[in-house]
C-alpha cells in the first residue's frame, strides 16, 4: 500500500534513484528536453528536504516516487501568458519534480490525491514534450491555464485545479 510521508536527508540516494529512472521514461516517451544539465541536482533535492517541502511516495517500505510540495507565491507563476489562472486570489500549492519507477502504476492519481487532501488549489506546470504528464495532468482533471517561464527562461505549460470538497478522494494527510 502506497503512503506519502514528509523526505528526510537519508531519503536523498532513494530520490536521485527514482529520479534517474523518471528521466529513462521521459527519454523514452521522446521528451529529451526537460530535467537536462544535471537538473534536478541532489543540491535541489536537498533544498526540498531541508524546506520540508520534499516528500517521498513509498510502497512496502520502498521509496518508488517523489514530489515537492510548494507552498504559494511561486515566483515563476507571477505572470502567465497565453491566458489565466483559474483563481488567482487565495493561496495555493504547487507541486514540483514528480518522479517514480516506470513499474510503479496509480502514482499521479495517488499523489495528486494526498496533494488535495492538504489544498483544495493546485498549480503544477510540465516542459511541451512531456506528453505523458500533459496527458495525466489533464486526465486528473486540471485545466491548463496558459505559459510560464522558469527562471532560466525556459517555457513551461502550466495548469491549476481547484477542488472545492476533496472529501472524496482517497489519500490520507501526511
Request: net charge neutral.
Amino acid at each position: 500500500m502506497m503512503t506519502v510521508r514528509t523526505a528526510i536527508k537519508s531519503d536523498l540516494s532513494s530520490i536521485m534513484t527514482v529520479l534517474e529512472a523518471a528521466k529513462g521514461i521521459m527519454r523514452a516517451s521522446g521528451n529529451t528536453g526537460q530535467w537536462i544539465n544535471g537538473y534536478p541536482s541532489a543540491e535541489v533535492i536537498a533544498g526540498d528536504i531541508q524546506s520540508g517541502f520534499g516528500k517521498v511516495v513509498e510502497d512496502g517500505g520502498r521509496v518508488v516516487a517523489y514530489f515537492a510540495f510548494i507552498p504559494s507565491p511561486e515566483p515563476t507563476y507571477k505572470e502567465i501568458y497565453g491566458g489565466r489562472w483559474l483563481e488567482d486570489k487565495s493561496p495555493y500549492h504547487v507541486v514540483h519534480r514528480i518522479g517514480s519507477y516506470p513499474e510503479v502504476h496509480g502514482v499521479f492519481r495517488f499523489i495528486m490525491d494526498w496533494c488535495f487532501r492538504n489544498d483544495s488549489n493546485i498549480r503544477i506546470d510540465t516542459h511541451r514534450d512531456n506528453l505523458i504528464m500533459q496527458h495525466v495532468i489533464l486526465n486528473y482533471g486540471f485545466r491548463y491555464c496558459g505559459i510560464i517561464f522558469l527562471a532560466t527562461g525556459d517555457e513551461r505549460l502550466a495548469y491549476q485545479m481547484v477542488c472545492p470538497d476533496p472529501s472524496g478522494l482517497r489519500a490520507g494527510k501526511d
